[in-house]
């Protein structure tokens, strides 16, 4: 990441300001009001130290945190994530924290499956200038050869087959792999698999919210994961219901 921190904490708090209210911005960064607004126009840059104080807080108080537990709901079973991948503000924040959890690993590439998954990926590989590759439904145009997986879906029973061009990740690239939500961890598992066979190194795995454990079979494979949010109760998933993780 080449940007200047002290735009990047006007960035954040501009986002912030999108869910949180002047009052709360205070509270949490205890500064005035005023400052926060002064900031937020343009008016004045925050200073590196103050910038980094800024960037500081926003994770170690968790606030990225608490604005996905502000918008998180549930429908029929389902953990729906729409106001969270779908809300630009929200992503730059989500992915900042990816970035600090992974800045030290250095990945090159940012690995996912469509279709929730892609916002996500998108935002955390601006933040490292990392290619994004996405295993998809469907073979695309314009590729040759593939690496492909196959696993079964329960909700509804079906058989889910995951392509991945095989010129995409090369043996040199270090892989940061994405999902939006972590459930049974089947596709999770499917990704694991894709860039395994690519000769890549995995660096770890992120995701904006994990639903129960049953996905922590996984961390038999993959040794660092990092959530934001943890949703402790599984909910039952109800017939009818098309979203699966």
Same mark, same amino acid.
């Given at each position: 990441?080449? !940007? ?15 869910h949180l209210r002047y009052r709360e911005l205070r509270d949490i960064f205890n500064l005035p009001p005023p400052i ?40 029929n079973g389902v953990v729906a994530t729409y106001k969270i991948i779908y809300k630009p503000s929200l992503l730059k ?45 469907? !073979? ?19 058989? #889910? ?5 095989? #010129? ?50 996984? #961390? ?26």
């Open positions: 990441m080449r !940007k200047d921190i002290r735009l990047l904490a006007i960035e954040l708090l501009k986002s912030l300001k999108k926060i607004w002064r900031y937020i126009q343009g008016e004045v840059l925050p200073s590196p130290d103050r910038a980094n104080e800024i960037l500081n807080t926003i994770i170690s108080k968790k606030v990225t945190k608490r604005i996905i537990e502000k918008e998180i709901e549930v429908y924040l989500i992915g900042y924290e990816a970035y600090i959890k992974f800045k030290d690993l250095e990945p090159t590439a940012i690995v996912t499956a469509e279709v929730d998954g892609i916002p996500v990926a998108l935002a955390i590989a601006d933040y490292f200038d990392a290619k994004v590759a996405i295993a998809k439904r469907r !073979k695309e145009v314009g590729f040759r050869t593939y690496i492909e997986y196959s696993y079964l879906s329960h909700e509804p029973p079906s058989i #889910t087959t995951l392509y991945l061009p095989s #010129t995409l990740i090369t043996r040199k690239d270090k892989v940061l792999i994405v999902d939006d939500v972590l459930r049974t961890g089947r596709t999770l598992r499917a990704l694991i698999y894709l860039t395994k066979r690519t000769g890549a190194s995995i660096v770890g795995v992120f995701s904006v919210i994990a639903v129960g454990s049953r996905w922590h079979y996984l #961390t038999d494979e993959v040794k660092r994961i990092e959530i934001i949010h943890q949703v402790e109760r599984e909910f039952p998933l109800h017939l009818g219901s098309s979203h699966t993780y």
